[in-house]
Nanobody, 119 residues
Framework: QVQLVESGGGLVQAGGSLRLSCAAS????????MGWYRQAPGKQRELVAT???????NYADSLKGRFTISRDNAKNTMYLQMDSLKPEDTAVYYC?????????????WGQGTQVTVSS
């Protein structure tokens, strides 16, 4: 059974950095696009960044330059390096991936990891 597990969240001061990880496991034939999303209290879930299987990336305009998305296909793992963090970055960060199994491809979501940036 396929699952995604995020890790690396925590509490950090403004201006600090965190590195999130998302590991996929199970009967995986391949992983197409992967992405990070976040949801702040009282707000809708929003796209942070995506990365294709070939490494093509897309970022939310407000985050480009501070956040870097990457992936290690051999490890079925995606990362989000977050630098120069601001209090407004506080949110639950979710991993998303379109994963191919033997029979079909589906979108999967992780459970989320909390990122809190103090001022």
């Amino acid at each position: 059974q396929v699952q995604l597990v995020e890790s690396g969240g925590g509490l950090v001061q403004a201006g600090g950095s965190l590195r999130l990880s998302c590991a996929a496991s199970g009967s995986i034939f391949g992983i197409d696009v992967m992405g990070w999303y976040r949801q702040a209290p009282g707000k809708q879930r929003e796209l942070v960044a995506t990365i294709s299987s070939g490494g093509s990336t897309n970022y939310a305009d407000s985050l480009k330059g501070r956040f870097t998305i990457s992936r290690d296909n051999a490890k079925n793992t995606m990362y989000l390096q977050m630098d120069s963090l601001k209090p407004e970055d506080t949110a639950v960060y979710y991993c998303n991936a379109r994963i191919q199994t033997y029979r079909a491809a589906y979108d999967y979501w992780g459970q989320g990891t909390q990122v809190t940036v103090s001022s």
